[in-house]
Structures are given as structure tokens and as C-alpha cells.
T-cell receptor
Framework: KAGVTQTPRYLIKTRGQQVTLSCSPI?????VSWYQQTPGQGLQFLFEYFSETQRNKGNFPGRFSGRQFSNSRSEMNVSTLELGDSALYLC???????????FGPGTRLTVL | AQSVTQPDIHITVSEGASLELRCNYSYGATPYLFWYVQSPGQGLQLLLK??????LVQGIKGFEAEFKRSQSSFNLRKPSVHWSDAAEYFC???????????FGTGTRLLVSP
């Protein structure tokens, strides 16, 4: 099976812009979780989608949003970027049979 | 609320020596616990997990972890460290479902020759 794919791998944006990140989970997995990783705050849960519905949400402002498509691919969007949004954004493909998350390589976002 | 504490920010171990990384969790019920490893610039790789049953769990790459409810701990061990084990290690607890993990701050392992 192919692993979790995240695109793009690297992104540079300026303050005020918006950005969209994409995640393709492992084939057959219907749930996707997103995390933000920064040196200061560590790994923090953003949200989880299952069958196109958001099931869980972390403590992030409304500028952070996501969606999931019928093929289970997921996107997350950050609007009005701030310098503090610079981070590694990780997507996890959730396997219900084993209650396990499999992580992608991440998208490194730099906000200038 | 669920939380995870990894008290050691950095640990240096000689190659071939044994390793123990500490993890303490806070959770009311029986926790789902995980250990992940992250190499520089990479995503997280699952080493092992504990849900229930035998409190000593075996993982990949020769790692094991022991769940101790009385101490709220889930320490990761390896009998003999290899240079390729140098990475950052994260302990995590499931917060209301395995799809939402609460991570510790991580322990960076350095392996000296």
C-alpha cells in the first residue's frame, strides 16, 4: 500500500495570504487528522475528518479550516497568514481496524 | 484534560548502551498510549502502542515499552542503541479517540560513538 501523501512538501507565503495544503490518506482509510508542529508549541491537533464530516476540532482560530472529499483526500486551509503559522503541518491517515494513525511527511510552511 | 509529560528534553547515549525514555500521562480511564519517532524533516513513525492487556509491549526496531498504571508511566526502552536511532521520540495519549492524540514535548536522542 502507498503511504500518506502530502503536497506540497514546502511552501513559502507572506503575511496576509492564504494557503491550502493537501493530504491523500492510505487507500481504504476514511479518516484523516491534521496536526501543527512548531518548536514552541510542539505537536497540536487541528481537526479530524471522517467521511467528509469534521468529527473533532482542536483549539485553533477560525482561520484554520479543512475539508474532506468523497475519495477521502483532505485539504486544510489557513487564511490571513501570520508569522506564527510557520510550522510543519502533518496529516495522519487513521486506520479504524487497528486504532492507529499513520503520518505523512508533512508540509513545511514558512510565513515571511 | 489528558496530558503527556516527557521530562527529558535531550538524552545522550553511547552506541551499544541501553536506553530508557520516560513518559508520564494524565488520563482518567485506561489510556491508549503510543510512542512515535521522528527523524529530522520527516513525519512520525509509529514504534509501538498500548491499548490493554499485557503491560509490556513490543514494537519495531527492537523497542519495547512498559505500561505502569500505578505510576502513570509508559517508558520506552531499548537494550542496545544503534547510531541510526538518533532522532526525536514522542509519547502520546489518545484524547477521546485514537484520531486525536495529545503529544508530549518530545525527547531528542543523541547517540555517541
Amino acid at each position: 500500500k502507498a503511504g500518506v501523501t502530502q503536497t506540497p512538501r514546502y511552501l513559502i507565503k507572506t503575511r496576509g495570504q492564504q494557503v491550502t495544503l493537501s493530504c491523500s490518506p492510505i487507500s481504504g482509510h476514511r479518516s484523516v487528522s491534521w496536526y501543527q508542529q512548531t518548536p514552541g508549541q510542539g505537536l497540536q491537533f487541528l481537526f479530524e475528518y471522517f467521511s467528509e464530516t469534521q468529527r473533532n476540532k482542536g483549539n485553533f482560530p477560525g482561520r484554520f479550516s479543512g475539508r474532506q472529499f468523497s475519495n477521502s483526500r483532505s485539504e486544510m486551509n489557513v487564511s490571513t497568514l501570520e508569522l506564527g503559522d510557520s510550522a510543519l503541518y502533518l496529516c495522519a491517515s487513521n486506520e479504524g481496524d487497528t486504532d492507529t494513525q499513520y503520518f505523512g511527511p508533512g508540509t513545511r510552511l514558512t510565513v515571511l | 484534560a489528558q496530558s503527556v509529560t516527557q521530562p527529558d528534553i535531550h538524552i545522550t547515549v553511547s552506541e551499544g548502551a541501553s536506553l530508557e525514555l520516560r513518559c508520564n500521562y494524565s488520563y482518567g480511564a485506561t489510556p491508549y498510549l503510543f510512542w512515535y519517532v521522528q527523524s529530522p524533516g520527516q513525519g512520525l513513525q509509529l514504534l509501538l502502542k498500548y491499548f490493554s492487556g499485557d503491560t509490556l509491549v513490543q514494537g519495531i526496531k527492537g523497542f519495547e515499552a512498559e505500561f505502569k498504571r500505578s505510576q502513570s508511566s509508559f517508558n520506552l526502552r531499548k537494550p542496545s542503541v544503534h547510531w541510526s536511532d538518533a532522532a526525536e521520540y514522542f509519547c502520546a495519549v489518545a484524547a477521546g479517540g485514537f484520531q486525536k492524540l495529545v503529544f508530549g514535548t518530545g525527547t531528542r536522542l543523541l547517540v555517541s560513538p
